[in-house]
């Protein structure tokens, strides 16, 4: 197999919650990927902001670029509630989650395609990220060496696993259950269900993500 056949449907689901100043630079970042054989899902998760009109300037270029794209709103049931639900209205072979402040970097995708056709037993793929401010100025980096991780340096907590980078099979994802809303670390807890049933996931040594650094990240409430 050569990478003009290995152009599998990869699912990026954006679940928006009043980041009405950062989800057009969150779903531009989507939009501008290399690979250009994606699906996208925009659920907002009753937001309080003006996050539904930014989405809406922006559906006829996502319309254009994707080759599935969805939106819907509603009244709040929380992040993995949120995540489950585009899980579940997905078609992709490949789950990508991405923050409505964080911004993927254009060659995110293709990168993690081209680690799962030279490894295809992980189950996941990971790597490292660049910080950014609130006006997309990057503070940080945070790009480590490749690694394999499984069950037990995870559930030890010996690893490097960026949520915000993800990108995992949707098949194994649907069949752990996805992502468990009853825990306050749902990356650690899926983490441990993927590699107890699947073996292992890679991180990779590439930066594929700005992750947004603001007083309002979920990750510091």
């Given at each position: 197999?050569?990478?003009?056949?290995?152009?599998?449907?990869v699912?990026?689901?954006?679940?928006?919650?009043?980041?009405?100043?950062?989800?057009?630079?969150?779903?531009?970042?989507?939009?501008q990927?290399?690979?250009?054989?994606?699906?996208l899902?925009i659920?907002?998760?009753?937001?309080?902001?003006?996050?539904?009109?930014?989405i809406?300037?922006l559906?006829?270029?996502?319309?254009?670029?994707?080759v599935?794209?969805?939106?819907r709103?509603?009244?709040n049931?929380?992040?993995?509630?949120t995540?489950?639900?585009?899980?579940?209205?997905s078609n992709g072979?490949y789950?990508?989650?991405?923050?409505?402040?964080?911004?993927?970097?254009?060659?995110?995708?293709?990168?993690?395609?081209?680690?799962?056709?030279?490894d295809?037993?992980?189950?996941?793929?990971?790597?490292?990220?660049?910080?950014?401010?609130?006006?997309?100025?990057i503070?940080?980096?945070?790009?480590?060496?490749?690694?394999?991780?499984?069950?037990?340096?995870?559930?030890?907590h010996?690893?490097?696993?960026?949520?915000s980078?993800?990108?995992?099979?949707?098949?194994?994802?649907?069949?752990?259950?996805?992502?468990?809303?009853n825990?306050?670390?749902?990356?650690?807890?899926?983490?441990?269900?993927?590699?107890?049933?699947?073996?292992?996931?890679i991180?990779?040594?590439?930066?594929?993500?700005?992750y947004?650094?603001?007083e309002d990240?979920?990750?510091?409430?």
């Amino acid at each position: 197999m050569n990478n003009l056949e290995f152009e599998p449907l990869v699912t990026i689901a954006i679940p928006s919650y009043n980041h009405s100043k950062y989800i057009q630079d969150s779903i531009k970042s989507a939009i501008q990927q290399t690979y250009k054989n994606i699906e996208l899902i925009i659920i907002d998760d009753g937001s309080k902001d003006n996050s539904i009109t930014k989405i809406q300037e922006l559906i006829t270029q996502c319309q254009d670029r994707f080759v599935r794209f969805e939106f819907r709103y509603r009244e709040n049931k929380g992040l993995c509630n949120t995540l489950n639900e585009a899980l579940e209205w997905s078609n992709g072979d490949y789950f990508c989650t991405l923050a409505s402040d964080d911004m993927m970097l254009p060659e995110k995708t293709k990168l993690q395609l081209d680690a799962f056709l030279a490894d295809s037993s992980a189950v996941s793929i990971c790597g490292g990220f660049y910080s950014i401010d609130e006006n997309n100025k990057i503070i940080q980096s945070n790009i480590n060496a490749y690694r394999e991780y499984t069950f037990y340096p995870i559930f030890m907590h010996r690893f490097n696993l960026p949520a915000s980078s993800q990108m995992t099979k949707s098949h194994a994802l649907k069949e752990v259950g996805g992502f468990n809303p009853n825990t306050t670390v749902e990356d650690w807890d899926l983490w441990l269900k993927l590699t107890k049933k699947y073996g292992k996931i890679i991180y990779i040594p590439y930066g594929l993500i700005h992750y947004r650094s603001h007083e309002d990240n979920l990750s510091k409430k």
